[in-house]
């Protein structure tokens, strides 16, 4: 089957599910489609919604599918997505989540990168709404570089192309290995998206906007602790990168930068040349010392000017927060991103 598969897991969404399941209605996709929704024991009416759209669905000529389990609690979202996904038969992967609007192009635009991009996760550009909510974050999916996909995979803002706008083929999810199915607190999309990124899999953005992204309060992400997501990045980093180097230095001799360095494992550590920042009071104190430290005697890191440091950097200095002057300062040095720094906020 070579039909796209829109795999949608729903918990609690019946307010927003009309909106949904009429964007999926109005694909301008001349191929058939499958449409799989995974009901994770909501407590609303939103199964009995999506009946609702089963005739319309299909006088379109898309299948449809639709199940739930009945245990008392939620398991996740992890697992819902698993189980719409176990039970689709298509050979692509088109995620969608019951809260978001879907725009006529996406599946059709999608689909061909997917063709074009065979190993790669698909996404695309977003609107988010309400208009202004998470505005930083926003215009980082939305104006990082196709190269920047892959460099900035560190950052805290998380995979870089963001999860309800996913596309890929069936093979490509298989490879990588189902969702992690933790329940909450677990961010699943960033596990999958490390792991494709281990499995050798590319990242690809469609440069138009084709989601809908709706920002509201009971969202799942909102479940996840900046802890948990802190130290898998850590790791991720030391895994990706760290173990590639045989020093580096740290671009921010203030909270973050101090905290990624006590983060670091022990070899880890005694890579980073030094801390260095613009402040001149940092710099002026000269050294960082590793108060927590077990060795003796305590670790003292140098605190230098960028110009004075070496390069490769570790950059923990917030994007798109500086009014352009971190990325000037980058320019001057002449760095590349990816071989001579890489940005972990």
């Not at 173990?243 to 983060?263: D, V």
């Amino acid at each position: 089957y070579k039909l796209p598969d829109i795999v949608m897991p729903v918990y609690n969404a019946s307010s927003w599910l009309d909106e949904c399941l009429q964007a999926i209605l109005e694909q301008d996709f001349t191929g058939s489609m499958e449409l799989s929704v995974f009901d994770d024991a909501s407590t609303d009416d939103s199964r009995e919604v999506v009946e609702g759209w089963r005739d319309r669905l299909e006088a379109r000529g898309m299948s449809v599918v639709i199940s739930s389990h009945n245990s008392a609690q939620p398991r996740g979202v992890g697992y819902a997505k698993n189980k719409a996904i176990a039970q689709s038969r298509g050979q692509y992967l088109c995620f969608q989540d019951a809260d978001d609007v879907m725009l006529p192009q996406r599946v059709r635009l999608q689909f061909e990168a997917s063709v074009l991009h065979p190993d790669s996760l698909i996404g695309c550009k977003v609107q988010r709404v309400p208009e202004g909510s998470t505005e930083r974050y926003t215009r980082w999916i939305n104006t990082i570089t196709q190269e920047q996909l892959t460099t900035q995979v560190y950052t805290s803002h998380g995979p870089t192309v963001v999860m309800p706008t996913w596309f890929c083929s069936r093979d490509c999810f298989l490879k990588v290995g189902a969702f992690d199915e933790g329940g909450k607190g677990v961010p699943e999309d960033l596990l999958f998206f490390y792991q494709s990124l281990r499995q050798g899999l590319g990242v690809h953005r469609v440069d138009q906007c084709l989601l809908v992204y709706r920002y509201h309060e009971k969202a799942a992400t909102h479940s996840v602790t900046e802890e948990t997501i802190w130290k898998m990045r850590v790791d991720f980093l030391q895994e990706r990168v760290l173990s590639q180097w045989e020093h580096f230095t740290i671009w921010n001799a203030g909270k973050q930068g101090r905290k990624l360095y006590r983060s670091l494992s022990l070899i880890n550590q005694k890579k980073v040349k030094a801390l260095c920042d613009v402040d001149e009071n940092k710099i002026h104190k000269g050294f960082y010392t590793y108060e927590e430290s077990k060795e003796r005697p305590k670790p003292k890191i140098p605190v230098l000017h960028y110009k004075d440091a070496s390069a490769p950097f570790i950059i923990c200095v917030k994007l798109d927060m500086t009014g352009g002057v971190l990325e000037e300062n980058l320019n001057s040095l002449q760095l590349k991103e990816g071989i001579d720094y890489y940005h972990f906020n």
